[in-house]
Nanobody, 115 residues
Framework: QVQLVESGGGLVQAGGSLRLSCAAS????????MGWYRQPPGKQRELVADITRDGSTNYADSVQGRFTISRDNPKNTVYLQMNSLRPEDTSVYYC?????????WGQGTQVTVSS
């Protein structure tokens, strides 16, 4: 079992920044890809960004150039630096990973961007 615990959400004005963190714990053998998803109210969960163990990254078009994903492999932690935030970035953000074919999600952290 892998547990994912997110932190760093909150309320920020448009144009501001937030940094999310997600720490994995439990029975960890080798986690490859870690990612961030978000689910705005009334919408489906969508990929924001993910990063492989060797540092290859992938971003949604809507956040490209504004968000940066990074990770600390020895700490099994992934980060999401969010800059130039917009009201449409308001959502619950979830951390995700897969190990041995099993999908794991964090409990989510709320990000609210006011206009």
């Amino acid at each position: 079992q892998v547990q994912l615990v997110e932190s760093g959400g909150g309320l920020v004005q448009a144009g501001g920044s937030l940094r999310l963190s997600c720490a994995a714990s439990g029975t960890i053998f080798r986690i490859n890809t870690m990612g961030w998803y978000r689910q705005p109210p009334g919408k489906q969960r969508e990929l924001v960004a993910d990063i492989t163990r060797d540092g290859s990254t992938n971003y949604a078009d809507s956040v490209q150039g504004r968000f940066t994903i990074s990770r600390d492999n020895p700490k099994n932690t992934v980060y999401l630096q969010m800059n130039s935030l917009r009201p449409e970035d308001t959502s619950v953000y979830y951390c995700h990973t897969i190990q041995w074919g099993q999908s794991y999600w964090g409990q989510g952290t709320q990000v609210t961007v006011s206009s």
